[in-house]
């Protein structure tokens, strides 16, 4: 299983972005999927996390200004993202919970980082 992060860049404080991933390979179900980051010298943090029903939870400062979404169909999940701060400046990741077979148990998988740099 394979998950590719796309759509990070720099954008300027207020602004907008959009956050994808993609999920590949050997796949009979996804649980839970999430978006972590990882600021400099900072810990990776979870920032949003959403389950295969579409519960959503949120880290308390990106409440409001980020929506996480999934297309069950394919197997994919979004970050939007606005009203942008420069403490929201970091590597984010995508990670899921897959089970690759009836039969096997679920595992966690990360995808590469996207860098998101807020700044003027």
């Known amino acids: 299983v394979q998950l590719q992060a796309f759509g990070g860049g720099l954008v300027q404080p207020g602004g907008c972005l959009r956050l994808?991933?993609?999920?590949?390979?050997?796949?009979?179900?996804?649980?839970?999927m999430k978006w972590y980051r990882q600021a400099p010298a900072k810990q990776r943090e979870l920032v949003a996390s959403?389950?295969?029903?579409?519960?959503?939870n949120y880290l308390g400062s990106v409440k409001g200004r980020f929506t996480i979404s999934r297309d069950n169909a394919k197997n994919t999940v979004t970050l939007r993202m606005s009203s942008l701060k420069p403490e929201d400046t970091a590597v984010y990741y995508c990670?899921?919970?897959?089970?690759?077979?009836?039969?096997?148990?679920?595992?966690?998988?990360w995808g590469q980082g996207t860098l998101v740099t807020v700044s003027s």
């Open positions: 959403i389950t295969a029903g579409g519960s959503t």
């Open positions: 990670y899921a919970i897959v089970r690759r077979s009836r039969i096997s148990d679920p595992q966690g998988y």
């Open positions: 994808s991933c993609a999920t590949s390979g050997t796949i009979f179900s996804i649980y839970d």
